[in-house]
């Protein structure tokens, strides 16, 4: 039992009742140990809240008792700016009053939600909590995609035995690090619209939209499928082009690239309704393609190169089998030197740095037809001659950091230095010139 000091009021001897039940409770994890502290504080706020003896002003130790959080910690949070003390004693006690045991109960929150203390102290003292939940919501997202590529890392690892199992577990691995680093790219929008922007520097006449658009070959009430939309660019961008009657369902694994999606055709709503086009929007991984109906037009936009090859064979059988009689599959992609000069530029910088490996395997140019001919019986490939100069160095430095795997941590790591390379490098009076390879396959049965 807690014994009663002559100079302690009621409230702080109900507080130690409170903070000893608690802490004597077996300890959980995650959840309920957070959980746990949250109440120890809203409790001792509400019950001060109708004491007469309300306590205005706690100490370090206080508030560290209060809230089941160890002393050093609130230290910690002091000295990184997260709580401020309200009042200073003569002998330097910090003294602590009811912001902080809210701002301490936020903070034991936002923690649970795994945000860092960065962001943290941002959304206490900043505002702009809203943002914060989305970015965060992001990172979550790219956690359980690590998460479930270790699963089946581990699942695959356990069918083999022997000396088969650890040959084969170092290739599963990069398979799946190469995967899920793709996946992370498309949680969200950004790095797509980062790679997008540079081509604004095109030599073209023709935008790679207007060219691409011809090749569809689109008609009045078509059905069309677009697999891996992304942010519906192409869409937004030739929105006047597209015929009256036409039904397009948007396709994207990712929840953030369809609401991007959205947002981008949005300002064409009234047009649309006018002339009776009509969006759909449906979450689906592409490896996991699985629909009713049939369709006169499928567009896989710079897409197939980033899916496993295993799962590439299953997808193109798919698609082939959703296309009406006379219906045609567009698959756009790249080739093996396309934007060389772009990581060329970044080997200069960091030899470690290459082009990522999906512009020489996968789908390209060079090998798309001879993974199409299996399930269509006529194929055609075209290519467009649309070259870049760019005189924008953050252009650069923006689309080199939107790429997966070594080429991002190297931008992230040497931010600095790098832009300041490419500030030297290149200017409105010394363009970067960037060799494109882009080209389309049509194909039909």
């Known amino acids: 039992m807690w014994k009663k000091n002559s100079k302690e009021t009621s409230v702080q001897i109900r507080n130690k009742i409170i903070v000893n039940l608690y802490l004597t409770l077996p300890l959980g994890q995650g959840f309920s140990y957070s959980y746990r502290k949250l109440q120890l504080l809203q409790s001792i706020r509400k019950e001060d809240v109708h004491m007469s003896t309300k306590k205005d002003y706690f100490t370090s130790g206080e508030l560290a008792k209060m809230s089941g959080v160890s002393y050093k910690t609130i230290r910690y949070y002091v000295e990184k700016g997260l709580l401020r003390p309200e009042k200073m004693t003569e002998s330097g006690y910090k003294l602590f009053g009811e912001s902080s045991v809210r701002d301490l109960e936020k903070i034991i929150m936002l923690k649970y939600l795994d945000f860092d203390l960065n962001e943290i102290k941002r959304m206490l003292h900043e505002g702009n909590e809203k943002l914060s939940f989305e970015k965060q919501e992001q990172l979550l997202k790219e956690k359980m995609v690590h998460l ?47 790679r997008i922007n540079i081509h604004a520097y095109s030599t073209s006449k023709e935008s790679w939209y207007e060219w691409l658009f011809q090749k569809f070959e689109l008609a009045e009430g078509m059905k069309v499928l677009d697999v891996g939309c992304g942010n519906a660019a192409v869409w937004a961008a030739m929105y006047a082009q597209i015929p009256s009657g036409v039904n397009v369902m948007l396709l994207d694994g990712s929840a953030a690239m369809l609401a991007a999606a959205r947002e981008n055709l949005m300002p064409y709503k009234n047009d649309f309704e006018k002339r009776n086009i009509k969006f759909t929007y449906r979450e689906m991984n592409a490896c996991e393609l699985s629909l009713k109906g049939a369709y006169h037009r499928i567009m896989a936009n710079h897409m197939l190169y980033h899916i496993p090859d295993q799962d590439r064979v299953v997808l193109l059988k798919t698609m082939a089998g959703l296309l009406e009689d006379g219906g045609r599959f567009l698959a756009s992609t790249v080739g093996r030197n396309h934007m060389r000069e772009i990581f060329e530029l970044m080997a200069t910088f960091d030899q470690q740095a290459g082009a990522p490996v999906w512009m020489s395997e996968g789908f390209c140019l060079e090998n798309g037809q001879d993974q199409l001919i299996p399930y269509f019986s006529h194929v055609k490939v075209f290519e467009q001659k649309n070259d870049l100069l760019v005189p924008n160095p953050m252009a650069v430095y923006n689309y080199l950091r939107s790429l997966p795997g070594d080429i991002h941590q190297i931008t992230v790591k040497n931010e600095s230095r790098l832009k300041k390379y490419l500030r030297e490098i290149i200017s409105e009076e010394k363009p970067l010139f960037i060799q494109k390879k882009t080209g389309v396959f049509l194909a039909w049965n």
């Open 148 to 194: 479930d590529e270790v699963q089946k890392v581990v699942r695959e690892i356990r069918q083999l035995s022997g000396d088969d199992q650890w040959e084969k577990m170092l290739e599963i691995m990069q398979m799946s690090s190469r995967k899920e680093e793709i996946q992370k790219q498309y949680i969200q929008s950004d790095n797509l619209e980062s």
